[in-house]
């Protein structure tokens, strides 16, 4: 890191909503690629419990453990010199009372060096996140389509699209800002209403699937990067193709060592 380049926190992340500035965050899940992403001068590297699905090839972020979560965390924080690491807690880890959510964030900060943890869910968990913040632990909320609550939701399309819904993400939205959080994700809902909701707090709220208007946008790392093509809703910007780079490099690979090509001269002792 330049001597003069400063590390990203939870106080820079405020500042830059108050100057209007966008921020910028990605998933990632291991040492190699989030020393990538943090040389590039991403400010939040999010370890998603959506590692449930790229990392584990799980259908659903439901199954990923806490000692997973832990253990992805502690390879992305290795190669973290200037971004925010935040971590999910996962699915099980906090929805049981304060005190089991509580011990999931110290357990994730004390065995990652991780800076922040990210919970879903709206007023219901405010008093939680509450006793997380006020142990000295930063809170990163996530409203809108929660992939937690998917059996509940039934399916992946676009939340808060009746008023009923909105008026509730409304609610949510604030009693977070009140709860303590300093940053909100907002994942797929309407673009309008996201843009309602970032002139309505002071909080952030950063956006997947919730149009331009938010105070920062994230995206997982290996949708963005086309290292997957199979699932593409329309969110999703591929700034890379990955898979098709990846596939010809190794078809490329067995074809000179099948035929002798590799590795020649240069390349032996
Ligand atoms: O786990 C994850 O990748 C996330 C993002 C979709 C925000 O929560």
Redesign the pocket.
Known sequence: MHPTQKKITTHTIRTKKAMGEKIT?L?AYDFSFARLLDQAGIDIL?V????ANTMAGYET?IPITLDQMIYHGQCVVRAVNRALVVI?LPFGSYQRSCEQALDSAVRVMKETGGHAV?L?GGEEMATTIRKIVHAGIPVMG?LGLT?QSIYQFGSYATRAKQTAEAEQIKRDVKALEEAGCFAI?L?KIPALLAKELTEMVGVPL?G?GAGKYCDGQ???MHDMLGMQTDFSPRFIRRYANLQENIQQAVAQYCKDVREGGFPDESESY
């Open positions: 965050m998933t999010l998603g419990d959506s590692a972020t999910d990210k879903e996530h992939p994700v994942e950063i997947i994230v995206l997982v």
